[in-house]
């Protein structure tokens, strides 16, 4: 007796809070290909006695996931045989990117398919519909996907200490931000700009450059350099 093969859907789970039910969205078809990016940040240190700088690895980037999802309604009636449009399920995949009441991010999802998976954020959605009753209604859709890897604060740094490595996190600069105001919100106190300079290669404490990013070292090695 030959063994059949059963067809795993590409489905999004998207995080829910209780009492609310889990959200599942699934694929009407599975993506013909899909590509998986990653980079790194790497810092440019200059080092004294040395004339070319010598690159610093900073983080590894998240991973980025890019697929087209092809959504189809078409010959599916609704209530009294009327069509259903494929917006129906669309719209849940654009909602993604809005942020509930109360929440300072959107939702996360995951993103499952067989044995791979990828915890995430939406980051764009592109939409072409391509099909239309008579009536105008749109019964078939493409999206252009791409989610953002992405852990939760609480997992985030299970995953960095499991690492063996400090975690360092960054910050955007900000019009009127000063090193000592900048260490006073994320670090709590103000005299850790010395080390935040050190680690930003920063002279003036005072000059900082609106939309330059910051590398703010871990807390517990901004307390040993007080030490």
């Known amino acids: 007796m030959e063994a059949t093969t059963r067809l795993e859907r590409a489905q999004i789970e998207v995080e829910y809070v209780p ?4 959200q599942i969205i699934e694929a009407c078809f599975n993506p013909t290909q899909y590509s998986l990016e990653r980079s790194a940040r790497v810092a440019q240190v200059e080092t004294f006695g040395i004339n070319k700088p010598i690159p610093q690895h900073v983080n590894g980037g998240p991973r980025i996931l890019t697929m087209d999802l092809l959504f189809d309604t078409y ?5 009294g045989g009327a069509p259903v449009p494929v917006t129906d399920v669309t719209d849940r995949i654009y ?3 809005d942020i509930p009441k109360g929440w300072q991010r959107p939702r996360y999802c995951t993103f499952v398919w067989g044995r791979f998976r990828l915890q995430c954020l939406l980051e764009r959605v592109g939409g072409r519909f391509t099909l239309f009753t008579p009536e105008g209604v749109p019964v078939r859709a493409t999206l252009n996907v791409v989610f953002r890897e992405f852990h939760p604060e609480d997992d985030q740094l299970r995953v960095d200490s499991s690492s063996g490595g400090n975690f360092v996190s960054l910050y955007t600069v ?8 900048v260490a006073a919100q994320q670090r709590r106190d103000p005299a850790d700009w010395r080390r935040i300079a050190e680690a930003n290669d920063i002279d003036d404490p005072m000059d900082l450059s609106p939309g330059s ?3 703010l070292p871990a807390a517990d090695e901004l307390t040993l350099s007080h030490e």
């Open 75 to 79: 010959g599916v009636e609704g209530p």
């Open 174 to 181: 900000r019009a009127g931000d000063t090193l000592p105001g």
């Open 19 to 22: 009492p609310e039910r889990q």
């Open 213 to 215: 990013e910051l590398l």
């Open 95 to 97: 909602a993604l990117l």
